[in-house]
Every structure is written in C-alpha cells, then in structure tokens.
C-alpha cells in the first residue's frame, strides 16, 4: 500500500485557517447577545481577517506529536484571541495611533476608544476560557497550556515587550537590546503558540523532551524572523498589500533592523534565522514538514 499523499502546503494552509475561522466564530459571543456593541466589536476584531499564522503554528506542532485537532483547535483560538486583542490596544491613540488593521478600520476608529478597549480585555479573558474548556482533558495539561500562554502575554512576554518600544521610539538601541524587546514582543506569543501545539499532544506515556526542545529552539528563530519580515515589509511594501499603515515605523521613528542593520543586512539576518530553524527540526522525521514550510511561508513575504 502507498504512503498518503501530503496535501499541498497552500491546501493545508487554507484548511488551518478556515477550520480557525469557524472554531472563533463557535467561541466568540454572537452579536445578539447583550452587550451588543460589544460582541458585535469582538467580531469585527477578530473574524474575518489575518493569515493566522500562530493558529497553523499550533496545528503544524500538534501534528509531530499526532494531537487531536479538536485540543489544536482551543490552543489555536486561543493564541488568535491574545493576538487580536493586542493588535485592538495597540492600534489605540494611547499606543500607535493606527487607524487601519487587516485592510478596515481600527476597532477605536470604527467603534470608539472605550469600545476598544474593552474589546482587547474581553478577548484576553476569552483566550484562557478557550484553553480551559476542552472536554475530556486531563486538568494537569490544560494548566501548563494555560501557563505557556498567560507567560508569554504578560510582562515578561508581549506586554512587556510593547512597553519595550513605547520607551525606545526615538531612543538608539543596540541589536540585543532590540532582539531583546522582539523576542518578548513579537516572538514570545509565536513561540508559544508552537509549543502549545507540542504539548497539545504529549502524554505522559511519550517522551517528548528532545521534541519539545527542538520546535522551541525553531520557535525562537522563528518569532525573531517574523518581526524581522516585518521591519522588512514596512519599509519595502505599500499599504495596500500591508494591510495596515506602510511606514509607519520610520514615521514615528522606532528602532527597527532596517533601520539599525539597513535593508541588505536586515535581509541576511533573515535567511540566517530561516536557516537556524531549519537546522533545529532537521532530525525530525517527515512529521515536521509543515513547520518548515512555514517558516518558508514567513521569510519569503520579503524575499
């Protein structure tokens, strides 16, 4: 009998993100329940949009360790929850002062400032409800995806990092101090989106230490190439293919690697992170060919 076939990566990529876009809209409030307005802003935050690349980082992780898609689906929905709403705060004229997302009006701009921020709470919270639904799954596994997840939202990850570059816009920063602010900002999220997607499927019949430590180290690398793809981007691409506002990072002049490194070494600091995270699952077997197309799929929005 032959091997199945593997689907295409565009094919998977698709299914991973349909699949992701009914599993928030079973999850989200619908916009009949009071309060309206606020489920109703929710919706518009969340569906409908992005590439959802931290939701296939979970699928594509689960799949080395055979999780059920049903676990991936809670851990997927609930790093695109936190992502959402960071993206809602960010926006707000507290922070970046962004009136475009996803190709749409800001939720400040489209809704007002009040709405969005409870918008961003409320999706927070929504997050770790996710998590903790799941039924038949043991207590102990839902509690360490709950602490990947709220370590890499807090202070020591996400907000921390944002808090990182409100300080630094204007200010001169070193490469590590910059890698050290992405790592939390950017990175800390993608990374544990991978590793909820790991842990998703251990047992503790299964040994997946080596496992674990090798997509953490490919999530490093890959958090890291994300942002720089970014930087990249928002000096390269215009609005309309963004999405959001082009330029705006030299605009209110944020340390960034294109602006530290310029553009030519910006882009070899990239293809040296692919690289990185190639290495780290080359002793895997064939079960991790999707994490690597993903990591293709991230550098090559700037090659």
């Known amino acids: 009998m032959s091997a199945p076939t593997v689907p295409p990566f565009t094919e998977w990529m698709r299914r991973i993100q349909e699949r992701t876009e009914s599993a928030l809209d079973r999850i989200l409030p619908a916009a009949n329940i009071a309060p309206t307005r606020l489920h109703e802003a929710m919706r518009y935050a969340v569906l409908g949009g992005g590439k959802r690349v931290r939701a296939l980082l979970v699928h594509a992780a689960g799949e080395l360790v055979a999780a059920a898609p049903t676990r991936l689906d809670a851990g997927a929905s609930a790093v695109e929850l936190i992502h959402a709403y960071s993206l809602v705060h960010d926006d707000m004229p507290c922070m970046d002062n962004d009136v475009l997302r996803r190709g749409k009006p800001t939720v400040h701009v489209e809704y007002d400032e009040a709405t969005a921020l409870l918008v961003g709470d409320a999706l927070q919270t929504l997050a770790f409800q996710a998590l903790a639904d799941p039924p038949g799954d043991a ?48 990175g800390a999220l993608i990374r544990a989106a991978a590793l909820i997607g790991v842990r998703s499927g251990a047992s503790s019949s299964t040994d997946t ?7 953490d180290h490919y999530a490093r690398r890959v958090g890291l190439l994300f942002q720089v793809v970014d930087d990249i ?53 064939k079960s991790s060919v999707r994490l690597l197309e993903l990591a293709d799929y991230i550098a090559h929005r700037a090659f």
């Open 209 to 215: 230490s080596d496992t674990f430590e090798r997509v």
């Open 139 to 186: 207590a102990g596994g839902q509690i360490e995806l709950i602490r990947l997840l709220a370590s890499a939202s807090g202070s020591r990850g996400m907000a921390g990092g944002q808090a990182i570059d409100i300080a630094a816009v204007g200010q001169h920063m070193s490469r590590e101090a910059l890698e050290f602010m992405h790592v939390h900002k950017t």
């Open 233 to 285: 981007l928002d000096a390269e691409a215009d609005t309309a293919t963004l999405g959001k506002t082009a330029g705006k990072d030299a605009e209110h002049d944020k340390p960034t690697y294109v602006s530290l490194l310029g553009l030519a070494d910006a882009r070899r600091f990239a293809e040296g992170l692919l690289a990185d995270a190639h290495a780290a699952l080359a002793p895997l077997d």
